[in-house]
């Protein structure tokens, strides 16, 4: 079965300091991988997305992701975080040929305090 | 407004009624999808649409009805409420042309089921 591990439910932080919200998959096929983040009272906007090619994604608002397949991981990183960062993460993945449809990890609450 | 636009915003029902969910996007988008979101376990694939009265089932279907007469709307039913349905309920649209492509997401419904 395919299934998406966050490994850490919550994480506290410090303004300006850098963050890495850990996630792992699992799957028997090829994946398409992607970070999504929730603001309070907000639906889901893309952060990046990995389908192919390097396998250092930039995406929005400073953040990085670095897809590792030996590891199955897709870890997400920023090197200076604001307290506008404050929100729930989620990590999902779709599978090949999978009609969009995405599988996601529990989420990670990223909190920073001043 | 252009865009995924979910209503209710907020719902209180009675257990045993029957409540819909609306769900309209404007960019014609061929993929749609209802996603609930509860603590601990992220956002999980209720109903699917491929396209205009082609819908099939999610990892979590049971006591919901969707419909797709038209491609813009995509109603969730929840025939008899029960209060495990309590949940915020996603709707999401997508374009079918290229693989993986990113999902957008409406703000939610907040339903709660007495």
């Known amino acids: 079965a395919q299934s998406v591990t966050q490994l850490d439910s919550q994480v506290p932080v410090f303004e300006e300091a850098p963050v890495e919200l850990r996630c792992n998959y699992s799957s028997s096929v090829s994946v398409y991988l992607f970070w999504y983040v929730q603001y309070p009272n907000q639906g889901l906007q893309l952060l990046l997305k990995y389908l192919s090619g390097s396998t250092l994604v930039k995406g929005i608002n400073g953040f990085e992701a670095e897809f590792n397949k030996s590891q199955t991981s897709f870890h997400l990183r920023k090197p200076s975080v604001h307290i506008s960062d404050t929100a729930e993460y989620f990590c999902?993945?779709?599978?090949?040929?999978?009609?969009?449809?995405?599988?996601f990890g529990a989420g990670t609450r990223l909190a920073v305090h001043p | 407004d252009a865009g995924i636009t979910q209503s209710p915003r907020y719902k209180i029902t009675e257990t045993g009624r029957q409540v819909t969910l609306m769900c309209h996007q404007t960019w014609s988008h061929s993929y749609m999808f209802w996603y609930r979101q509860d603590l601990g376990h992220g956002l999980r694939l209720i109903y699917y649409s491929a396209a205009a009265d082609i819908t099939d089932k999610g990892e979590v279907p049971d006591g919901y009805v969707v419909s797709r007469s038209k491609t813009e709307n995509f109603p969730l039913t929840l025939e008899s409420a029960t209060r495990s349905q309590t949940s915020v309920y996603f709707c999401a649209s997508s374009d079918r042309w290229g693989e993986a492509t990113e999902s957008f997401f409406g703000q939610g419904t907040r339903l709660t089921v007495v």
């Open positions: 999902a993945v779709i599978l090949s040929g999978g009609y969009n449809k995405l599988i």
